[in-house]
């Protein structure tokens, strides 16, 4: 409520005429320093104003007398460097892997544009360094479906694995067990052979049965040891590294009604500097053959 201005007894300034339940308002003005500070800041606003886009208008902003805009200013600098990196992926794209290889620059290049579009297009399946996932290959383990020199791995990415296109790689285990081709004794009989290639053999296990079976249904695919065949995508059992678990159950599941991946062909969205790039970065993780 308002009240008589008068000097306050305790701090000696003066009040403001103001009081509220016995509280009164002392008249304390901000610092000269302060108040000129923020009359210079409310003068650079202005010339901001005038100067670069800043007030909402009809159809956007005001455009601003030097016509600066943050969106070209990025466009220009992305389409500097990717002017700069086309000088590197034109030669990539050009040259052999080996002369990429003899070239530290330039496998430099390639190795830095891999890394970057496997972490963008990659890494979501197969991991962070080529681990691998549960379905997913682990491409720095060196277990490779169908090979893993570059060239072999350039066409894996180009085409993919079971996609559409006659140079898709293409391979299918038949469903023994939900099909009929095998009775559910004999598929637990050629688990317990499998899982001896695993290096875990099953306890009383009728080996002999298990190996009959094998050798008449799986072995012309998987190789008479396991070895597999990369002709067909086959994988190679006599290893620790497996798509789908390693353990007894999980082989029968495979064997009953097997899962089948699909990996889509890169050709159509990557360019072909960037999947010799990309090749190149797999086969360097540790796998590549």
Known sequence: MPTKIEKD???GHMTTGHEWDGVKELNQPLPKWWVYILYATIAWSMVYFVLYPAIPWFGGATKGILGYSTRDAVDADVAAI???????????KALSFDDIRKDPQLMAAAMTAGRVAFAENCQPCHGAGGGGNPGYPALAAGNWLWGGSLEDIQKTVTHGIRAPGDDSRQSQMPRFGADGILKPAEI??????????????????????GEKIF????????????????????PRLASRTH????????VIAQINSPR???MPPWNT???????KSVTLYVHGLGGGE
């Open 9 to 11: 007894a305790v701090t």
């Open 82 to 92: 990717a002017a700069k990196r086309a000088v590197y992926m034109d030669k990539i």
């Open 188 to 209: 637990a009989q050629v688990a317990d052979y499998v899982m001896a290639f695993y290096g875990t053999p099953v306890a009383n296990a009728d080996m002999a049965a």
């Open 215 to 234: 050798t008449e249904n799986c072995a012309v695919c998987h190789g008479d040891k396991g070895q597999g065949d990369r002709t067909q995508g086959a």
């Open 243 to 250: 798509l789908f678990g390693d353990d007894r159950a999980a």
């Open 260 to 262: 089948h991946g699909m």
């Open 269 to 275: 969205r990557l360019d072909a500097a960037t999947i």
